[in-house]
Protein backbone atom coordinates (compact mmCIF):
# COMPACT_ATOMS: atom_id res chain seq x y z
CA UNK A 1 0.00 0.00 0.00
CA UNK A 2 1.25 3.49 -0.27
CA UNK A 3 1.53 5.81 2.59
CA UNK A 4 3.25 8.24 1.38
CA UNK A 5 2.75 11.14 -1.67
CA UNK A 6 5.88 12.84 -3.41
CA UNK A 7 5.27 15.92 -5.56
CA UNK A 8 6.90 18.75 -6.85
CA UNK A 9 9.26 17.55 -9.37
CA UNK A 10 9.67 18.67 -13.08
CA UNK A 11 12.11 19.67 -15.86
CA UNK A 12 14.41 22.33 -15.61
CA UNK A 13 17.37 23.62 -16.63
CA UNK A 14 20.76 23.44 -14.77
CA UNK A 15 21.27 25.54 -12.09
CA UNK A 16 17.49 25.66 -10.96
CA UNK A 17 15.98 24.71 -8.34
CA UNK A 18 13.15 22.62 -7.63
CA UNK A 19 11.28 21.97 -4.06
CA UNK A 20 9.76 18.47 -3.60
CA UNK A 21 7.24 17.73 -0.89
CA UNK A 22 6.58 14.05 0.32
CA UNK A 23 3.00 13.90 2.15
CA UNK A 24 2.04 11.17 4.60
CA UNK A 25 -1.58 9.49 4.38
CA UNK A 26 -3.91 8.57 7.10
CA UNK A 27 -2.51 6.98 10.32
CA UNK A 28 1.07 7.81 9.03
CA UNK A 29 0.11 11.84 9.29
CA UNK A 30 -0.77 11.16 12.69
CA UNK A 31 2.55 9.43 13.45
CA UNK A 32 4.81 11.07 11.58
CA UNK A 33 6.35 13.58 14.01
CA UNK A 34 7.76 9.90 15.43
CA UNK A 35 9.27 8.62 12.13
CA UNK A 36 12.62 9.19 10.51
CA UNK A 37 12.28 10.63 6.73
CA UNK A 38 14.79 10.29 3.88
CA UNK A 39 14.83 11.26 0.17
CA UNK A 40 16.12 8.50 -2.16
CA UNK A 41 16.44 8.61 -5.97
CA UNK A 42 17.46 6.51 -8.69
CA UNK A 43 18.15 6.69 -12.51
CA UNK A 44 17.15 3.69 -14.94
CA UNK A 45 20.03 1.27 -15.10
CA UNK A 46 21.56 2.47 -11.76
CA UNK A 47 21.16 1.72 -7.99
CA UNK A 48 19.03 3.90 -5.40
CA UNK A 49 21.06 6.16 -3.77
CA UNK A 50 20.63 7.61 -0.69
CA UNK A 51 20.59 11.55 -0.57
CA UNK A 52 19.24 12.95 3.04
CA UNK A 53 17.24 12.13 6.04
CA UNK A 54 16.12 13.50 8.98
CA UNK A 55 15.20 12.44 12.34
CA UNK A 56 12.74 13.28 14.96
CA UNK A 57 14.77 16.04 16.06
CA UNK A 58 15.31 17.81 12.98
CA UNK A 59 18.90 16.64 12.78
CA UNK A 60 20.01 15.81 9.18
CA UNK A 61 21.94 14.16 7.30
CA UNK A 62 23.80 14.61 3.35
CA UNK A 63 25.36 12.33 1.20
CA UNK A 64 28.50 13.89 -0.52
CA UNK A 65 27.21 14.64 -4.09
CA UNK A 66 24.28 16.88 -2.30
CA UNK A 67 25.96 18.44 0.42
CA UNK A 68 25.47 21.96 0.19
CA UNK A 69 22.89 22.22 -2.78
CA UNK A 70 19.74 20.20 -0.80
CA UNK A 71 18.12 20.87 2.39
CA UNK A 72 16.03 18.27 3.55
CA UNK A 73 13.30 19.77 6.00
CA UNK A 74 9.84 18.71 8.06
CA UNK A 75 6.95 20.15 9.50
CA UNK A 76 5.27 17.49 11.43
CA UNK A 77 2.12 19.55 11.61
CA UNK A 78 0.95 19.18 8.16
CA UNK A 79 2.85 15.56 8.06
CA UNK A 80 5.00 16.72 4.91
CA UNK A 81 8.38 16.06 3.83
CA UNK A 82 10.35 18.47 1.82
CA UNK A 83 13.68 18.58 -0.15
CA UNK A 84 14.86 22.26 -1.27
CA UNK A 85 17.10 21.72 -4.03
CA UNK A 86 19.58 23.96 -5.38
CA UNK A 87 22.02 24.17 -8.02
CA UNK A 88 20.74 21.27 -10.09
CA UNK A 89 22.67 19.71 -12.21
CA UNK A 90 21.88 16.87 -15.02
CA UNK A 91 23.77 14.41 -13.02
CA UNK A 92 20.24 14.70 -10.52
CA UNK A 93 18.13 13.55 -13.31
CA UNK A 94 16.15 10.96 -11.50
CA UNK A 95 13.06 9.41 -9.82
CA UNK A 96 13.09 11.02 -6.34
CA UNK A 97 11.26 9.01 -3.76
CA UNK A 98 10.59 9.49 0.02
CA UNK A 99 10.89 6.83 2.27
CA UNK A 100 10.71 6.21 6.21
CA UNK A 101 12.39 3.84 8.93
CA UNK A 102 9.49 3.98 11.50
CA UNK A 103 11.63 1.63 13.73
CA UNK A 104 14.14 4.29 14.19
CA UNK A 105 13.45 7.47 15.72
CA UNK A 106 17.33 8.51 15.30
CA UNK A 107 17.57 6.89 11.78
CA UNK A 108 19.91 4.79 13.14
CA UNK A 109 22.44 7.01 15.15
CA UNK A 110 21.92 4.72 17.80
CA UNK A 111 23.25 2.05 15.56
CA UNK A 112 26.29 4.00 13.82
CA UNK A 113 24.56 4.57 10.98
CA UNK A 114 21.88 6.37 8.94
CA UNK A 115 19.12 5.73 6.61
CA UNK A 116 20.20 7.01 3.60
CA UNK A 117 23.45 4.70 3.54
CA UNK A 118 21.15 1.61 4.19
CA UNK A 119 18.30 1.46 2.55
CA UNK A 120 16.79 -1.65 3.26
CA UNK A 121 16.00 -0.28 6.87
CA UNK A 122 13.52 1.68 4.81
CA UNK A 123 10.17 -0.19 5.24
CA UNK A 124 7.63 2.27 3.50
CA UNK A 125 7.77 4.02 0.12
CA UNK A 126 6.02 6.81 -1.87
CA UNK A 127 5.80 6.61 -5.63
CA UNK A 128 8.28 8.84 -6.96
CA UNK A 129 8.37 12.03 -8.64
CA UNK A 130 10.53 12.65 -11.72
CA UNK A 131 13.15 15.30 -11.88
CA UNK A 132 14.95 16.07 -15.24
CA UNK A 133 17.64 18.64 -15.52
CA UNK A 134 18.95 19.70 -18.77
CA UNK A 135 22.19 21.32 -19.45
Known amino acids: QIRFAESGGGSVQAGDSLRLSCEAM???????????MAWFRQSPGKEREGIADIDTHNVPTYADSVKGRFTISRDNDKGTLYLQMNSLKPEDTAMYYCATDTRSPTCGRDRGTHLILDPTRANYWGRGTQVTVSS
Open 26 to 36: DYDRLMYGYYC
